[in-house]
């Protein structure tokens, strides 16, 4: 095949809807790699049009975390969970799996839940980020909290405050959730201890709260 040919498409030619071929991702990439150490993003031509291309350095980066605003330099490839743990000192979520499977670093952005490990700090800038953190106020447990001490909801804690924020997240959509939408809900999250009947138990009570 002529990769030369304009009637011939590779199949790496093929549009995406960001409207950048993979061809050009690559082309893209190749030259980030070359580009020097700045402070802001610089721009390249790519499919006619201008991407920026940040790093490979430490760029300037600003979050809202819990409803504060915090400023960091941070390089592009720094997951938002490095971000959290590292630069701002919250530890809540947690490292656990690291790729996206159990759940442990579960935070919301933009009130949706998701896995901190697996979203860039960058692309998390200017979204309304919580953590486990915001919940706990003046030294008082929250009653999501409350309730898993309770029923006995967590055993070595590693997964925890995942499935806290996860939890939070259901009731705020379902303040009387069903089994089913409890095991939809928190199916993104698991618990190498087995606690499931009790973080069921602390849901449970929540609901008949009306918590």
């Given amino acids: 095949m002529d990769d030369d040919d304009p009637n ?5 030619d093929k549009q995406d809807n960001s409207g950048v071929s993979r061809r050009d991702f690559l082309k893209i990439s190749g030259i980030s790699v070359a580009v020097p150490l700045v402070a802001g993003p610089q721009a390249v031509m790519a499919a006619g049009q201008q991407v920026p291309v940040y790093g490979p350095g430490k760029v300037p980066m600003e979050f809202t975390i819990n409803g504060k605003v915090h400023k960091a330099s941070l390089e ?5 969970l490095d971000a959290l743990r590292d630069q ?3 530890t809540g979520a947690k490292r656990v799996c690291d790729r ?3 759940g442990s670093c579960t935070v919301l952005v933009e009130n949706k839940p998701v896995y901190a490990c697996s ?6 800038q200017h979204k309304a980020i919580t953590t486990v953190e915001s919940l706990m106020q003046a030294g008082k447990l929250h009653p999501l909290q409350q309730a898993f001490v309770e029923n006995d909801a967590s055993q070595c804690g590693f997964c925890t405050p995942g499935f806290v924020v996860a ?19 928190l199916s993104g999250n ?9 973080i069921r138990q602390a849901m449970a009570q929540l609901s008949q709260k009306g918590a």
């Avoid at 698991?190 to 009790?198: E, M, P, S, V």
């Fill in 8 to 12: 011939l498409k590779h199949p790496s």
């Fill in 76 to 80: 592009p490839r720094v997951t938002l």
């Fill in 88 to 90: 701002f000192e919250l």
């Fill in 100 to 102: 996206a499977e159990c």
């Fill in 119 to 124: 979203v860039l700090a960058i692309e998390a």
């Fill in 167 to 185: 939890c939070k997240s259901l009731l705020d959509k379902h303040p009387h959730p069903t089994p089913e939408d409890i095991r939809r809900g």
């Fill in 190 to 198: 698991l618990c190498r201890c087995g606690t499931y009947a009790g």
